[in-house]
């Protein structure tokens, strides 16, 4: 095959960009019949299936700018599968739907289906379906599915008075590298940053998980910087951990993509209960700690990050008193019978403002 | 609640935004936990599932001029839903992905929803997800999910020399009423017909399959360009025929979205075989005489309808010689051993350009 990267979608027919995309996509150990028919079929031992679906427009979700295709097929691929995760299932099979101006490389369309399979490939999660279309802008849609095991779904509605508040993945990190990211591009136009020449095309690491070097290397001028992009790039949900909670009786479960305080009162209002916060200096001190530095030298407080900062895509779970939490689960307070929906802020950061994304009004 | 189907969405929170769209959508008799969650959950009785995923494009794959952003809903409902039928699978859920400009009115993604609804609610198929994000151009991305019920999936692989090839549903409509409506618009600026006052917020007529009214009453003055315009914008697929022809023995199958010659042509190569066209006078003799007196008023031959129109999402499909071929199929031509992916045009079309539909590439 000739080297045909660096021509854009519109020089291929629908056909062949399918016949360069399709190969880069793993078959899920659930998978029965591939992409390539009308559809795929998909085992689902369990009698049932779970499914989500997520749409990520350039320049609201992600920018190009901030880093490689790559990224941005790992980053649809791993918020998706989180809230596979959050219902306490195991993740078996996504289709992609893709929105491409036909300007796009057909290397940056490869890239990205390298960066779904960097996320599903190791979980054994099919890529089973994939539909390309023109348009005017970059869209990822993406749909995931689950199995259960048998396992009674995990609803964010179960939380009772008395349950403990508790947490798996990183918080915060993510929001801190979208500030570092933020910092790094204020001056440039948004034009300029999407099209720029190294990122169009992504970088093609050995190690599959480092797309991101090129773009680090001009902005980032510490270790935490870069950690920090790295984890809203890519960021790792705690896969397991839901299974594991839903076996260990979690009466709650959801994954925190807007931020704490905005997805506990989620979870509070479907439960109808109040979730109070643990003074983040007993709950979240080592997090506290390793964010201070980044956030003193960017100006703000780490406790935002904490508290309001989304898209780490941990899972944020209720448990019975008393109940031994989970490996990966940290308590981070109790639910109590009260106005449904309330979230009472930590003592040590009482005036956080209970503010998350949203993709309409801000 | 007050009527606030005229604010632009950016007037709402997403979650407000989801508290309006949501409740218009349908349970399904697989539902299991409806959307709402951090995922859903649906039956899949048969131990596995048939999935496929499509996206369709503001001024690519429609226009907001063209119909109601009911019809919008119902047809991408209805093309997505025929893939499900064409591996002979029943179709249980959907889950769809939007992406809205900030001046979208409310009533238009409301409409939307019933448009859904209007297709799924009757097949008991259920919206079991949707994802609502704000950019720059209309996306609508569904995903569909059926269930085998017990039978094998009928690829576009199986066809072998000597089978009957047969479809079913119509031929030809869509790509009438697309060339109705293109004569129709082709004065407008885009821009103008797609921010048009009362298609915008669509007609919510008692009869609800009917969205189309306003539009037609202002560019048709024939049933049959009537006619041909809702059989673009509103396709009805021969769902049931898909499980029949699989029962039946259906040995190949695949739905026509890019036209019979380029769909045919698709599942010679995948089977390995060529295909021979009927004389369009025996096997489309009707369709041939009903779409006469449009394709000449408007100065083209309605061979090119049947043979490169697509969008009807009729099934195709091979069965065995001397089969009886199952109630709604209707005999096209026939398979042999030859050039894989050949497709011989019927003797009284020689000259038919075997061009379909191509998103990137024209």
């Known amino acids: 095959m000739t080297d045909t990267s660096a021509l854009p979608v519109s020089a291929l027919s629908e056909g062949e960009l399918l016949a360069r995309f399709t190969p880069l996509l793993p078959r899920g150990r659930a998978t029965l019949v591939p ?36 990224d941005v097929g790992a980053r649809a691929a791993a918020q998706n ?30 890239d990205l289906a390298r960066g779904l399979a960097d996320v599903c490939g190791p979980l054994a999660v099919g890529v089973d379906g994939g539909d390309l279309s023109a348009g005017e802008r970059l869209v990822v849609a993406v749909t995931v599915h689950g199995d259960l095991e048998g396992r009674d779904p995990v609803l964010r509605s179960g939380a009772r008075p008395g349950d403990v508040l508790a ?12 500030a570092v990211l933020a910092t790094g591009t204020e001056d440039d136009d948004g034009a300029a940053a999407a099209g720029s020449g190294p990122l169009a095309t992504g970088t093609e690491d050995a190690d599959g998980a480092a797309g991101s070097g090129t773009l680090l290397a001009g902005i980032a001028d510490a270790d935490d910087d870069a950690a920090a992009v790295v984890a809203f790039l890519r960021p790792v949900p705690p896969y397991a951990a839901g299974p594991a909670a839903a076996d260990a009786g979690a009466s709650a479960m959801m994954d925190v993509s807007d931020g704490l305080l905005r997805d506990a009162g989620r979870l509070a209002r479907a439960s109808g209960v109040e979730i109070v916060l643990d003074p983040l200096a007993d709950s979240l001190a080592d997090d506290l700690a390793a964010l201070a530095p980044l956030a003193a030298r960017l100006g703000t ?7 309001t900062g989304g898209e780490d895509h941990g899972l944020l779970a209720t448990f019975p008193a008393g109940a031994p939490l989970p490996e990966g689960f940290r308590r981070l307070g109790t ?4 106005g ?8 040590d950061a009482p005036h956080a403002a209970a503010v998350g994304w949203d993709h309409f009004r801000r």
Do not use: N
């Not at 947490?167 to 979208?178: D, E, F, K, V, W």
């Open 301 to 307: 407080a780490p406790e935002a990050w904490l508290l």
């Open 335 to 338: 639910v109590r019978a009260g």
């Open 340 to 347: 449904p929906g309330v979230v009472t802020a930590p003592q």
């Open 167 to 178: 947490h798996a993945g990183t918080i915060g990190r993510a929001a801190a590298g979208l």
């Open 81 to 110: 599968l989180a809230d596979i995760a959050a219902m306490g299932a195991v993740p078996t099979s996504t289709v992609v739907g893709l929105v491409l101006p036909p300007a796009t490389p057909v290397g940056w369309v490869e």
């Open 35 to 70: 992409t390539g028919d009308d559809a795929a079929v998909v085992a689902a031992p369990d009698g049932r299936f779970v499914v989500s679906t997520d749409v990520l427009v350039e320049d609201h979700h992600f920018r190009r700018g901030w880093g490689t295709a790559r």
